[in-house]
């Protein structure tokens, strides 16, 4: 009874967000604007001079992914703001007085924010096909590459969740967000391969989620290999769970 | 298979007949205090008591008022029933169930009203109230007449499917009040409900909440700064001052301690009066032309006043009267921080009088 309940706020708390989006669709368009950016002068730019090796894929095929992971990961880390947000509005106090449980809110929201991946996952999806750029459009490799999508955001949104709550404002975890995403986005694999990379740099980038992420949704997305897939996941899943339990203890304190 | 669907229908009638029940059995579990709350104290970081060891209970079925200065702890306090806060020290039980324990259960018997707005303006009147059933869990078959009726009582059907960034305050405030109904809470909590609303708003948003008490057997907690409000909605009053409760009657109790109501006779010419009935009122203030005299109940004791003027054959030019209302009591419980010289009238001169006469 108490896991169908739970679910059942889960998917309330994402539907709520959804039914936003649908009277005001603005965000998703604006939110494919620095992608999209990324891949026409970044990548189009590198992708004409051949300077990176990037073994038998042109450099607009290896940036795609690292593109697609660069922006979930944008609107997952920054999602504490919206929750920060919501806070100031009432809704927070809102949704933790209704008896669902607390996780349920918290994970709702983390789902929330994989709503919006999806839907950037799908811009980008777009753009590539637009573009020219060569992917696999797969049946089994598109579903792979939302289901990473999906938990990732949810990984980093709930961890998002569990630094605003002792952030406590917005522009507290605009500072926050920023400090976090450049090192994860240039530490990793997403714009050039690690090899070119100094030694120290190699070390920084193994212990960084993201390139986990990127290597994931590339060897989906360029070679249809999924050996590296289920570690991938189950690292995501891991540490989805540690953030959500934790934001879920943790999130009365923005109230406070 | 159809055994299961058979057991399946079975089951989901026994539920809907119990929450039928439950319904009709609403406003009253024999026995059980609605809100108990016995040495109750929050202590926030930097040791600020913003409520300070507080003892009090609400009966099943009564408007329960919590009044107060701002920063007196009444905010605190709901927050604490409403599990939004853990309580420091002390009990808190909600219909017998304690909160620290069970807060989930405390969570589904109460409806609240925070005091900013919380309703999500992003969304029509309809979905906010749809979001808040279904994380009430509501039965899945009566939750859209739920909606309705809700939306029907607080009058709003007709702007249901508008979004609500749309809406007036007072409309927000009436749908965020039918977003409490939708669960059919036992107790609701109302934080300064009336708050920033034009006279007009306010005397519906105090209707509803009249009716509610009255025709399903809510029992109400409210707080707020408003006197009138306190005075015209509740039957009990606390008056928290400090993170203390200062004191706690009717609002009838109340005006007495502050003593009763004053009369204040104009004279057309100077004149001394030496005796004057006890039964009617006591002078309290006399300076020729103005007697002031202090009635248990002003109106009864107009005409009384008015004759023994006339059997002692002393024109009089004007009689007014200043009826002993809650900003007395509020004004003598409640320590200002600020300003406390400023309450300087006829009203004080009362209040010295009774306090030296007791």
């Known amino acids: 009874m108490s896991v169908t309940r739970f679910i059942k706020s889960s998917v309330t708390v994402a539907e709520m967000e959804a039914r936003k989006i649908r009277h005001d669709s603005t965000e998703l368009w604006t939110r494919a604007i620095q992608p999209a950016l990324w891949l026409l002068i970044f990548g189009e730019t590198f992708n004409a001079i051949r300077t990176m090796p990037t073994g038998n894929f042109s450099y607009m095929q290896f940036i795609t992914p690292g593109i697609l992971a660069q922006s979930v990961l944008f609107i997952s880390i920054f999602y504490g ?74 990984c980093f949104s709930s961890l998002s969740m569990l630094l605003a709550s002792y952030m406590k404002t917005r522009d507290r975890m605009m500072g926050i967000g920023q400090a976090l995403t450049m090192p994860l986005f240039f530490a990793s694999n997403a714009i050039y391969p690690i090899s070119i990379m100094p030694t120290w740099l190699q070390y920084v980038s193994i212990a960084n989620p993201l390139s986990y992420v990127v290597d994931a949704i590339r060897s989906m997305l360029l070679e249809g290999t999924y050996q590296n897939l289920p570690v991938d996941i189950l690292a995501l899943l891991v540490f989805t769970t540690i953030f959500v339990t934790l934001a879920s203890r943790t999130i009365k304190k923005l109230l406070e | ?257 502050v003593g009763g109501d004053v009369i204040t006779v104009n004279l057309g010419s100077p004149c001394n009066i030496v005796s004057f009935p006890k039964e009617v009122g006591r002078i309290i203030n006399n300076n020729e032309k103005s007697i002031q005299i202090l009635t248990t109940n002003g109106e009864e004791a107009i005409p009384l006043i008015a004759d023994f003027f006339r059997s002692h054959e002393i024109k009089v030019e004007s009689i007014s009267i200043n009826k002993a209302n809650l900003d007395d009591v509020f004004m003598k419980y409640a320590k200002r921080r600020l300003g406390d010289t400023v309450y300087k009238s006829i009203r004080s001169t009362r209040r010295d009088f009774t306090r030296h006469s007791r």
Request: proline share 3%; glycine share 8%; net charge positive.
């Open chain 1, 81 to 154: 703001i919206t929750v920060v947000w919501e806070r100031d509005v009432g809704i927070i106090t809102k949704l933790l007085s209704t008896p669902s449980p607390r996780s349920s809110i918290v994970l709702g929201k983390s789902l929330a924010a994989s709503l919006r991946g999806v839907f950037q996952a799908i811009m980008i999806f777009a753009l590539a096909l637009l573009l020219g750029v060569k992917i696999r459009f797969d049946l089994p490799d598109i579903l792979g590459v939302f289901a990473v999508v999906v938990l990732f955001a949810m």
């Open chain 2, 1 to 257: 298979m159809q055994g299961l669907i058979l057991l399946y229908y079975t089951c989901n009638y026994i539920t809907s007949v119990c929450l039928m029940n439950f319904d009709l059995g609403n406003s009253k579990v024999s026995g059980v205090t609605a809100i108990e709350a016995d040495n109750l104290t929050k202590i926030y970081r930097d040791n600020i008591r913003a409520v300070d060891g507080i003892s009090f209970s609400v009966k099943q079925g009564e408007i329960f008022g919590l009044l107060g200065p701002n920063g007196a702890g009444k905010t605190t306090t709901i927050k604490m029933m409403i599990t939004l806060t853990r309580v420091t020290s002390g009990q808190l039980r909600i219909l017998g169930v304690d909160v620290a324990k069970s807060p989930q259960e405390v969570r589904e018997m109460l409806g609240y009203v925070p005091q900013s707005i919380s309703v999500d303006v992003d969304l029509t009147a309809y979905e906010n109230l749809l979001i808040f059933a279904k994380l009430s869990y509501v039965n899945k078959k009566e939750r859209n007449e739920r909606i309705r009726s809700a939306l029907e009582y607080m009058d709003l059907s007709g702007r249901a499917n508008d979004l609500v960034k749309r809406y007036s305050g007072g409309m927000m405030r009436r749908l965020e009040i039918a977003q409490a109904l939708v669960n059919r809470p036992r107790i609701l909590l109302l934080d300064e409900p009336s708050i920033g609303l034009d006279p007009s708003s306010r005397k519906q948003v105090w209707k509803s909440i009249k009716q509610l008490n009255q025709e399903f057997g809510t029992t109400i907690l409210i707080t707020t700064h408003d006197m009138s409000e306190a005075d015209e909605l509740c039957d009990r009053i606390a008056i928290m001052s400090e993170g203390k409760i200062a004191i706690l009657g009717t609002p009838t109790e109340l005006k007495k301690d």
